[in-house]
């Protein structure tokens, strides 16, 4: 790998400039280059990625994405309809399967997480994207100009947790928000940011 200038760019073996988290282990990259800040409106993949934030909290993104599998058996591919009906006897069998991340209050959020989704009355993916911000002008330069909350996400927490979701803070749920590409935090320079897309947009428009 070659450090270019700007330090959160980092440019791979393959030519391709990416935010520097993206750019090391490879499945972070594919992560990075398929999943993080595109788009999704499939409700199944949002109440995954609204689960797995919250078992990412204390951690590290790679510890729960490199589980991701693991998670997708035990809680049925995230079918909200089969999670909410996992009882206390699946609790304590999760509690004892060393593939996923072992802790109580986590696995119980995500089962009242399934019933909470449920109980809506509205579709999942309507709710969450009721709270996605404009989008920005422009990408952000580094990551220090990328927030941990922002007036959206807090207002989503409140949202979610008035309507019986856990592990729903307002942090989680930015991370949420860039993960399901409500926002778009490739900073600038990366081969997937809003700005660079912008400029070889332009320079493909110009008559050769």
């Given at each position: 790998?070659?450090?270019?200038?700007?330090?959160?760019?980092?440019?791979?073996d393959?030519?391709?400039a990416?935010?520097?988290?993206?750019?090391?282990?490879?499945?972070?990259?594919?992560?990075?280059?398929?999943?993080?800040?595109?788009?999704?409106?499939?409700?199944v993949?949002?109440?995954?990625?609204?689960?797995l934030?919250?078992?990412q909290?204390?951690?590290?993104?790679?510890?729960i994405?490199?589980?991701?599998?693991?998670?997708?058996?035990?809680?049925h591919d995230f079918?909200a309809?089969?999670?909410?009906a996992?009882?206390?006897?699946?609790?304590?069998?999760?509690?004892g399967?060393?593939?996923?991340?072992?802790?109580?209050g986590?696995i119980?959020?995500?089962?009242?997480?399934?019933?909470?989704?449920?109980?809506?009355?509205?579709?999942?993916?309507?709710?969450?994207?009721?709270?996605?911000?404009?989008?920005?002008d422009?990408?952000?330069?580094?990551?220090?100009e990328?927030?941990?909350?922002?007036?959206?996400?807090?207002?989503?927490?409140?949202?979610?947790?008035t309507l019986?979701?856990?592990?729903v803070g307002?942090?989680?749920?930015?991370?949420?928000?860039?993960?399901?590409?409500?926002?778009?935090?490739?900073?600038?320079?990366?081969?997937r940011?809003h700005?660079?897309?912008?400029?070889?947009e332009?320079?493909?428009?110009?008559?050769?």
């Amino acid at each position: 790998m070659s450090v270019v200038p700007r330090p959160d760019v980092v440019v791979g073996d393959d030519g391709l400039a990416r935010c520097a988290w993206g750019a090391s282990d490879p499945e972070y990259r594919r992560y990075h280059d398929e999943e993080w800040g595109t788009p999704q409106h499939d409700p199944v993949r949002l109440f995954e990625k609204v689960c797995l934030e919250g078992f990412q909290s204390g951690l590290s993104w790679i510890t729960i994405l490199r589980r991701r599998p693991a998670f997708r058996e035990v809680f049925h591919d995230f079918d909200a309809e089969q999670v909410a009906a996992m009882t206390e006897v699946d609790v304590e069998r999760l509690l004892g399967d060393a593939r996923i991340i072992r802790h109580r209050g986590k696995i119980e959020a995500t089962i009242q997480n399934a019933r909470a989704t449920l109980a809506l009355d509205q579709p999942l993916d309507e709710l969450l994207w009721s709270f996605a911000p404009p989008p920005r002008d422009d990408s952000p330069t580094s990551f220090a100009e990328v927030p941990a909350t922002t007036p959206e996400s807090t207002a989503m927490s409140k949202q979610l947790r008035t309507l019986g979701f856990r592990f729903v803070g307002p942090t989680t749920m930015y991370a949420l928000m860039q993960a399901a590409g409500m926002v778009d935090d490739h900073v600038a320079g990366c081969f997937r940011s809003h700005a660079t897309r912008h400029v070889h947009e332009a320079a493909a428009a110009v008559p050769a």
